[in-house]
Every structure is written in C-alpha cells, then in structure tokens.
T-cell receptor, first 115, second 116 residues
Framework: AQTVTQSQPEMSVQEAETVTLSCTYD???????LFWYKQPPSRQMILVIR??????QNATENRFSVNFQKAAKSFSLKISDSQLGDAAMYFC????????????FGTGTSLTVIP | DAGVTQSPTHLIKTRGQQVTLRCSPK?????VSWYQQALGQGPQFIFQ???????QRGNFPDRFSGHQFPNYSSELNVNALLLGDSALYLC???????????????FGPGTRLLVL
C-alpha cells in the first residue's frame, strides 16, 4: 500500500516570509498524481496545488509552488509571502493514475502564521 | 455553481445506533468518495461510488455501507456505532472519465459525528 509521510507536525512562519512543508511518499507506481490540500479551522479541505508525476516541471499556483523530486519520492510545498489566511492544516496526498483509485493522505502539518 | 454539500453538519449518537450521512457532489461530477478523519489525523478512505456502485473500498468493516443515487448524490450508513467511529466524515466528488486521469477530488465541509 502507498504511504504518505509528513514529518513536520507543526510549522510556523512570519507574515510575508517563506515556508516549506515537507512530504515523502512510498510507491512502486510510475504514473501518479500528488496534491497539497489545505484545511482551515472551518474544516473544508481546499485544493492548493497538484502535480502530475510524468511532468518534470514543478507546479506553481501564485504564491504556492512545489519541489517534486521523483527519484527521491519527495514533494515539498513552498509558500511565499505568507499571509495570515494561510494558517491551516496542510495535507499531502497521493493518487495512482486511473479511475477508481483512492487518495492516500499524510497526517498533516499545522501551519501558524505569526503577524 | 454549488460545491460539494454535506448534511448534517453535526450529529450526536449513542453506541449501537445507526447513522446516515448525505452528500451532494459538485455539479458535473459523477463520482463520490467518503473519508473518515479522526482528530489530528489525515483522512482515511472508506469507499468510492461510481455509476451507483461501490467501485473501491478501504479497510473499513461492513458496518460502513453506502449508496449512490441516479443524480450522483450519495449516502454513508454506519451501523452499530462504536465510540471509535467519532470523527469528521468527509465527502469528496470528482469526474472520472473512463479510466480517469487522477482527477482532483473536491471536498465538502464534512459531518462531525460524536458517538457517546
């Protein structure tokens, strides 16, 4: 079974600074997708960014970018110019390509943004 | 365009009772997945429904069952509730064209279930 590991239970960052959240995963598959989801205290999971494993180029979405290292099975999230609204739980998730395949989530990283 | 909706938002039950949770997928989505999220943990996959059938199931006992209706909405049923079933139950919807392409799942706000 695939596993997703987030080794940082908690992180903090000063407002306007940059923070990087780590994620590693274990799979024998070559074609898959990786995601970062954000879960604010209101609890609704929101997609932050998505990466296709076959793409070498790292995905970016405004202030959010990833560092995808396929050989190392590493998928970190960088948040630039951190804002108070970025405070939330962040979950890394893996999904094998193909219909019906479930998501596997890590245990999450709680991000605090300090004003 | 409404996103994924779930009802109720909160629920309190006692051990041994049965509960039904409901989910309406995002417009245009045909697949519904259910997750259990214990406090301080990541979501754990329960099962997925596509074309009104359970297509995949996680490591959950048969006490957990579901249904998908022709309009793609879905229900999660849990029988003989245990204290350990207390959790946030998340519904996620996606569009799965044929074999799919790792489509993104969009989550609802969840139902918080407390079993006493």
């Amino acid at each position: 079974a695939q596993t997703v590991t987030q080794s940082q239970p908690e992180m903090s960052v000063q407002e306007a600074e940059t923070v990087t959240l780590s994620c590693t995963y274990d799979t024998s598959e070559s074609d898959y997708y990786l995601f970062w989801y954000k879960q604010p205290p209101s609890r609704q999971m929101i997609l932050v960014i998505r990466q296709e494993a076959y793409k070498q180029q790292n995905a970016t979405e405004n202030r959010f970018s990833v560092n995808f290292q396929k050989a190392a099975k590493s998928f970190s999230l960088k948040i630039s110019d951190s804002q108070l609204g970025d405070a939330a739980m962040y979950f890394c998730a893996y999904r094998r390509r193909g219909g019906g395949n479930q998501f596997y989530f890590g245990t999450g990283t709680s991000l605090t943004v300090i004003p | 365009d409404a996103g994924v909706t779930q009802s109720p938002t909160h629920l309190i039950k006692t051990r041994g009772q049965q509960v039904t949770l409901r989910c309406s997928p995002k417009s245009g989505h045909d697949t519904v997945s259910w997750y259990q999220q214990a406090l301080g943990q990541g979501p754990q996959f329960i099962f997925q429904y596509y074309e009104e059938e359970e297509r995949q199931r996680g490591n959950f006992p048969d006490r957990f069952s579901g249904h998908q209706f022709p309009n793609y909405s879905s229900e999660l049923n849990v029988n003989a509730l245990l204290l350990g079933d207390s959790a946030l139950y998340l519904c996620a919807s996606s569009w799965e064209p044929g074999q799919g392409a790792g489509e993104t799942q969009y989550f609802g706000p969840g139902t918080r279930l407390l079993v006493l």
